[in-house]
């Protein structure tokens, strides 16, 4: 999954960074509350990892700044401040976890995934372009198509769905959808998008999916 790490401690950024890579996510990182707002209200993420004391500002003014457009966006803050009030406040604001400094990472990775399967099961019908995916039926609609896809296809199309417009390597979708273990240099993205695009493609239109030339591939938002 696609997370921003917003974090102004090069070192804790760092440790982070290459933690989260290793469980197989993509990583931004932002070091001020400017920057961190920015990317959030232009690019696709899936969770977001917030400090609170940052060099231009707090990160409650994150929350205030993002949530107006990103209502779902799951939200971990994680801060040394402890206080109670403080923790309450965030929470109203709209963040969804709270994590106090120092921490084990085996506990943030663990709060990362419970709070990104919360994220994802509170949407069930996936919007895109044209395309609607239902994810507790594995039912794929396009007008007046609607075709029931096998696992893998479906975790394919799901994994694009879930960053409209956002192209997508090869090596990112291959890591999401068949693991970090699977071999790099196989064709295997490109056949099952192939199918994907036989059950969904319309003759005398774009395809829904777009071959981005040397880069990869994205759905149309």
């Given amino acids: 999954m696609r997370i921003l790490l917003v974090e102004d401690e090069a070192r804790i950024a760092s440790f982070v960074v290459k933690g989260l890579c290793a469980d197989g996510h993509v990583v931004e990182h932002a070091s001020t509350l400017d920057e961190a707002v920015n990317l959030a209200v232009s690019r696709e993420f899936d969770l977001v990892l917030l400090d609170l004391l940052l060099p231009d500002g707090h990160g409650r003014d994150f929350l205030v700044r993002v949530r107006p457009s990103q209502p779902d966006l799951p939200v971990i803050v994680v801060s040394a401040v402890e206080d109670v009030e403080e923790k309450v ?26 709070n990104l399967r ?27 198509i609607s075709v029931d896809l096998p696992s893998r296809e479906f975790a394919l199309l799901e994994y694009l769905m879930r960053h409209p417009g956002q192209v997508l390597t090869r090596s990112q979708i291959l890591d999401a959808v068949w693991g970090f273990d699977f071999d790099p240099g196989s064709n295997v993205v490109d056949v099952y998008v192939g199918y994907l695009r036989r059950k969904l493609d319309v003759p005398g239109e774009s395809s829904p999916i777009e071959t981005m030339r040397g880069a990869g591939y994205r759905v149309r938002h």
Avoid: C, H, I
Avoid at 119 to 135: C, I
């Fill in 89 to 114: 406040e965030l929470l109203d604001l709209g963040a969804n976890d709270y994590m106090t400094k120092p921490f084990a990472f085996t506990e943030l990775s663990a709060r990362v995934r419970a």
């Fill in 118 to 144: 919360q994220g994802q099961s509170s949407s069930r019908v996936l919007r895109a372009g044209d395309l609607e995916l239902d994810t507790a039926t594995r039912v794929v609609t396009r007008g007046n």
